[in-house]
């Protein structure tokens, strides 16, 4: 009997901001910043290299490709053949571009920059063409690499027929250095090019007819806007003592015009077909991080463990680690040094989360609502208690010992790059947060985590005398079981939500609005790291799953609503982190003694996509049919077909780490 195969082309949910060759650190920062807080909670805005777009299989989870400022030659150097080809195959078959003055260079048919200064002169033609004439500049004098001598605030003239998006701003001023114009743009509106802006003022080049600062540029299916100023710089980021006093009067310039530079830069998402957020994201501040525990015993008794790697300076103790800074602290203490640690220098512009100092407040007792409103601790030990005591394996450690905090950086940030910390926390230890700032993915991803997402981290004690029975790569497969099963048992009714196992730790969800389509979308990304210390590898377990959150993809309210029915148990993030924690200590405790036996197995493949799918190699270009998962090293299991999809024989064994299953196109991806 056929079974239906799943389709899996979910949404596009990913921002991707070249950051490699060519690029300026502060052109990325400023991109990564903008952006952020334009397109969250819809996007994930994510940095990637040139080997990133080269090799791995982005364009059909990509809405938008920016190419920041910086130096073109770099990325020509980087990107062209293949990585041209990629990109403009992107753009040709639906995708969006974004270029910012060197990537508004790059994206035109021609770049003419400084021509007859023989020292920074650019003259060629470019790949990927998307503005079908040349690309001229600077349209000002003055410019200098990696200095603030040839910048200014020129105004622009925005075109309202051609955006329509939103509150568009009739003029602004937009930091510029070293950008072009696009020559006699006005004459390529038969093919496809409209002017978004233009420049008002006189120009230090012949700019042909008109003036165009801004362009926007249909590309086959897809569209290209190009820019020559930087309408994604914000001028909280930009330091006065850079340049002299004139550069000081642009930076208050830019200053007055923030809001007219935001709406234009979200008329141009937004007539990319992007999904722009109603108001702009604010940058949140690092909250406290408040430790407790099941037994409140072993909050005192964690502290006691951290003395030997504890610093005293007064009256204050930190612990100062690889990556971040912590303090020490017991409810309702604080002082005026410690508040200003806790606070960054510009709280409304680009923030080193790393440099803050990071506050743990220790608790004797369970904390109250008040001190944590989004986190209900007493809800959540109640059901780990409840859960413990029907566990089969006796669980008992999983979650017992809790750090939560309103806003961090990352759950997996905080106790894997933090290696001092890390070896002194007992198993099960778990971190969990409402909002994270910097969250971390597989590979070049990163899981987007608006409000209402679960967010947690577990650190995992894996002995090296299992290594053998029950090697540390199958944690991720527990883990992913775990979330599965952990919602399938959440409460009566939720065993008939559709939720299934991506090889090799991913968790997708047939989408509840059309489930006829049998089209499954992303609800839940993992992210295991581990390292050898002494007699064990200790993994850090990072989870995050929507919850209550409908953006980007869908959430378990939506799921339990459609397949559960109106008397389906509301989600709580509470009940829900002790439900997932008590199945994953479960399935851990067998997997000590039996490895990843039969039953395993069987458990496995009862929630797994992908039996009997049909992929292509991308080696040699044969086809092959998924026949599983190796019980030693979890390895994904192929078989080849030849003639009339026949066997032949042959077996491909790929391993997760140094492949990616790349089942939108039906591709095994041989990483290089």
């Keep these: 009997?056929?079974?239906?195969?799943?389709?899996?082309?979910?949404?596009?949910?990913?921002?991707?901001?070249?950051?490699?060759?060519?690029?300026?650190?502060?052109?990325?920062?400023?991109?990564?910043?903008?952006?952020?807080?334009?397109?969250?909670?819809?996007?994930?805005?994510?940095?990637?290299?040139?080997?990133?777009?080269?090799?791995?299989?982005?364009?059909?989870?990509?809405?938008?490709?920016?190419?920041?400022?910086?130096?073109?030659?770099?990325?020509?150097?980087?990107?062209?053949?293949?990585?041209?080809?990629?990109?403009?195959?992107?753009?040709r078959r639906g995708g969006a571009y974004l270029g910012f003055c060197a990537g508004a260079y790059y994206g035109s048919k021609r770049c003419e920059f400084e021509v007859g200064d023989k020292t920074m002169q650019v003259i060629g033609d470019r790949e990927l063409a998307f503005f079908p004439g040349v690309c001229r500049g600077g349209a000002f004098p003055g410019f200098v690499y990696h200095s603030e001598s040839g910048a200014r605030a020129p105004e622009l003239k925005v075109s309202k027929e051609a955006l329509t998006a939103g509150i568009v701003p009739a003029k602004f001023r937009s930091y510029y250095n070293g950008g072009g114009v696009f020559v006699d743009a006005l004459l390529y509106a038969e093919k496809g090019v409209e002017v978004l802006a233009e420049y008002t003022e006189e120009l230090n080049v012949d700019a042909g007819l008109g003036a165009a600062a801004v362009v926007y540029c249909k590309v086959g299916e897809g569209a290209a806007i190009l820019t020559g100023p930087h309408p994604e710089f914000a001028a909280v980021n930009l330091d006065k003592s850079a340049g002299g006093p004139e550069y000081a009067r642009i930076v208050d310039a830019l200053a007055e015009d923030d809001r007219a530079r935001t709406d234009f830069l979200k008329a141009c998402l937004g007539k990319l077909g992007l999904q722009v957020a109603q108001s702009t994201t604010t940058v949140p501040s690092l909250s406290s991080m408040h430790l407790s525990a099941l037994n409140p015993a072993d909050t005192a008794q964690i502290v006691s463990s951290l003395q030997e790697i504890i610093t005293t300076e007064g009256e204050e103790e930190y612990v100062k680690d690889e990556n971040d800074t912590f303090r020490i602290e017991k409810p309702g203490t604080w002082s005026f040094n410690a508040l200003g640690e806790s606070l960054p220098e510009r709280p409304e512009g680009i923030v080193d989360y790393n440099a803050i100092t990071k506050r743990i407040v220790v608790h004797d007792e369970v904390p109250s609502t008040k001190t944590t409103p989004y986190f209900n601790h007493n809800a959540y030990y109640s059901n780990l208690r409840r859960y413990q005591s029907l566990s089969k394996e006796g669980a008992s450690e999983f979650g017992s010992t809790l750090m939560y905090g309103e806003v961090v950086t990352s759950t997996n940030t905080v106790l894997e790059k933090n290696p001092k910390l890390l070896r002194k926390l007992p198993q099960g230890f778990t971190l969990s947060a409402t909002t994270q700032v910097a969250g971390r993915g597989r590979g070049s991803n990163i899981w987007v985590s608006p409000a209402g997402a679960l967010i947690f981290s577990t650190v995992l004690r894996h002995p090296m005398e299992k290594m053998q029975s029950a090697p540390v790569v199958f944690i991720q497969y527990l883990a992913a079981m775990a979330v599965v099963q952990g919602i399938k048992s959440y409460d009566e009714g939720f065993d008939s939500i559709p939720v299934k196992l991506k090889w090799p730790n991913d968790v997708y969800a047939l989408d509840p609005q059309q489930p006829e389509k049998q089209q499954y979308t992303k609800i839940c990304g993992i992210l295991v790291n581990s390292q050898l210390s002494s007699n064990e590898y200790v993994s850090v377990v990072g989870i995050g799953l929507n919850a209550t959150n409908a953006s980007p993809t869908t959430s378990l309210n939506a799921l339990a609503a459609r397949f559960v029915g109106p008397k389906a148990a509301p989600i709580g993030l509470e009940k829900l982190l002790a439900r997932i924690l008590t199945t994953l200590e479960e399935l851990y405790t067998r997997f000590l003694y039996t490895g990843f036996d039969r039953g395993f197995e069987e458990m496995y493949y009862n929630d797994w996509l992908h039996m009997h799918q049909v992929v292509t190699l991308e080696e040699g270009g044969a086809r092959a049919r998924i026949k599983g998962i190796t019980r030693d090293y979890g390895l994904l299991l192929a078989e080849e077909l030849g003639w009339d999809d026949r066997p032949t024989g042959r077996i491909w064994q790929l391993q997760s780490d140094s492949n990616s299953f790349d089942f939108f196109r039906g591709l095994v991806k041989r990483k290089v």
């Design 1 to 91: 009997m056929a079974t239906a195969k799943p389709n899996l082309n979910g949404k596009k949910v990913n921002v991707l901001v070249y950051s490699g060759n060519g690029t300026t650190v502060e052109s990325v920062r400023q991109c990564l910043y903008s952006l952020r807080r334009l397109l969250a909670p819809h996007y994930a805005v994510i940095p990637v290299t040139a080997d990133m777009l080269i090799k791995e299989p982005w364009t059909l989870t990509c809405a938008l490709l920016v190419i920041p400022g910086g130096a073109d030659l770099g990325y020509c150097r980087s990107l062209n053949g293949v990585g041209n080809r990629r990109i403009e195959q992107f753009v």
